[in-house]
Structure formats: structure tokens, C-alpha cells
């Protein structure tokens, strides 16, 4: 069978590899010449690239160096900066699927402009620009709005947050710290 399949042209190998996953790509190019050939074609990897692709590079914060889609593929599944960094998009290598980050300032945060409450701390070891530090709450308000167009259809995501305390935030004593609720 398997020499039967290293005769297809490498034409028909591409058109069958586009109905797999990136990572069945790479292991199948790992067959033959002929496989390896088929693989490493921008006509398959642009089958792998999420449907987005074209709007998201349009949005990076700094343009991308590359001379395949395999190579763009490959860029893509490292967080990439967009919209003046104030949120990130990655590939998840192996399915190509979008993931998405969105910084603080990107959302609104109840009092987020009061200083007894929030301390924007700019720190130049994160990707995104700034963080919210919380001096002291009496209820925790954060919302966001996210262009839905850009995920992948027939994927569950999940929204999650990623907060810096100050040392002994006032008012957080009161939190159950394993709830969080999501409204629409």
C-alpha cells in the first residue's frame, strides 16, 4: 500500500494531506520525498493557516519575515502582538487553531482609573505594555469585548484572567477566590 501511495504524483499527495492536521503533515513528510515535497508546499499550508490569517497580518504591531507558508505557519504559533499591543494571537501548533490574549487595558475594569484602587505598572518583561496591579477592591467588575469573527468555528474556548495582587489587597478577603461568573 505504501509504495502504492510514494507513486501518487505529488499534486494528489498535497490535495490529500490538506484534509489532515499541521502536525499530520509534519509526520507524514517524514515518509518520502515525495510526502516531504508535498508537505513543505505553500498550496498545503495555506490549507493549514486559519481562515483569518490575511485580516490578522494586517493588524501586527510589526511585520513578519517569511518565504513559505510552512515558515509563516511556524511564525504564527508564537505569540504575535496586535492592535498597538493590547492583545496577542497565536496558532496552537498542532490543530491550527487561534488563540487569543487581551491585555488589561483592553478591557474595563471597574475604578480602573482611580489610583486607591488599580496601579497601572508598565513593565518591559511582558509583551503587553502595561499590567493592572489591584490595591484594593470592594467588588471585582472586568469587561471585555472581542470581535468573535476572528475565532475558529466549532471550537470551545474559554475565557480565563490573569490577576497581579498587591501584597494584601483591601477588600479581597471577602472574594471566593474559586468563583468567577461570566454574563452576556
Not at 56 to 85: A, M, T, V, W
Not at 129 to 135: D, H, Q, S
Request: charged fraction near 25%; include cysteine; hydrophobic fraction near 40%.
Amino acid at each position: 500500500m505504501m509504495n502504492l501511495m510514494g507513486e501518487l504524483p505529488e499534486n494528489c499527495i498535497s490535495h490529500i494531506l490538506c484534509f489532515t492536521t499541521p502536525r499530520d503533515v509534519c509526520r507524514l513528510s517524514a515518509v518520502n520525498r515525495t510526502f516531504s515535497m508535498a508537505g513543505n508546499s505553500d498550496f498545503v499550508w495555506e490549507k493549514m493557516l486559519p481562515t483569518q490569517y490575511p485580516h490578522l497580518l494586517e493588524r501586527l504591531d510589526s511585520p513578519l519575515q517569511f518565504s513559505s507558508k510552512r515558515e509563516l505557519y511556524l511564525i504564527l504559533c508564537h505569540s504575535n502582538l496586535i492592535d498597538g499591543r493590547t492583545k496577542k494571537f497565536w496558532i496552537e501548533r498542532a490543530t491550527g487553531k487561534l488563540c487569543f490574549m487581551l491585555s488589561a487595558r483592553d478591557l474595563d475594569i471597574c475604578q480602573g482609573d482611580d489610583n486607591h484602587c488599580w496601579h497601572w505598572v508598565s513593565q518591559d518583561d511582558t509583551s503587553f505594555k502595561e499590567i493592572a496591579e489591584l490595591l484594593a477592591v470592594c467588588r471585582l467588575d472586568v469587561q471585555g469585548q472581542f470581535d468573535c469573527k476572528l475565532l475558529s468555528s466549532g471550537i470551545a474556548y474559554a475565557v480565563s484572567f490573569r490577576l497581579k495582587l498587591h501584597e494584601s489587597p483591601r477588600g479581597t478577603d471577602q472574594f471566593d477566590r474559586g468563583i468567577c461568573s461570566i454574563f452576556e
